[in-house]
């Protein structure tokens, strides 16, 4: 079992930035693949980002050049900066982890979920 807990969420200006955080326990942290998600009111939860246990990660493609996924092993936390925030980044972000060591973008593929953090971009 992996417990996880998302902080750092709000509600940041058009161009603004934010760090959300996913603190997790009860598996060794440097072994999980990691991703985020997010799901927007009256929309299907979305692929964001991915941080595999390889450190490898990969973006979905409106977010690549903007957000930035980083974990830091040693603290079992895994990162996602957001920066250059737009209107339509506001949703429900969520982090998951996986068993097994590929990481995919499908959410369906993910067995452990945090709470989720609000995010919200005003125009």
């Known amino acids: 079992q992996v417990q996880l807990v998302e902080s750092g969420g709000g509600l940041v200006q058009t161009g603004g930035s934010l760090r959300l955080s996913c603190a997790a326990s009860?598996?060794?942290?440097?072994?999980?693949?990691m991703g985020w998600f997010r799901q927007a009111p009256g929309k299907e939860r979305e692929f964001v980002a991915y941080?595999?246990?390889?450190?490898?990660?990969y973006y979905e493609d409106s977010v690549k050049g903007r957000f930035t996924s980083s974990r830091d092993n040693a603290k079992s936390t895994m990162y996602l900066q957001m920066n250059s925030l737009k209107p339509e980044d506001t949703a429900v972000y969520y982090c998951?982890?996986?068993?097994?060591?590929?990481?995919?973008?499908?959410?369906?593929?993910?067995?452990?979920w945090g709470q989720g953090t609000q995010v919200t971009v005003s125009s």
């Open positions: 941080n595999a246990w390889t450190g490898r990660t």
């Open positions: 998951a982890a996986r068993d097994g060591v590929y990481a995919y973008t499908d959410p369906r593929k993910y067995d452990y």
């Open positions: 009860g598996r060794t942290f440097s072994s999980i693949t």
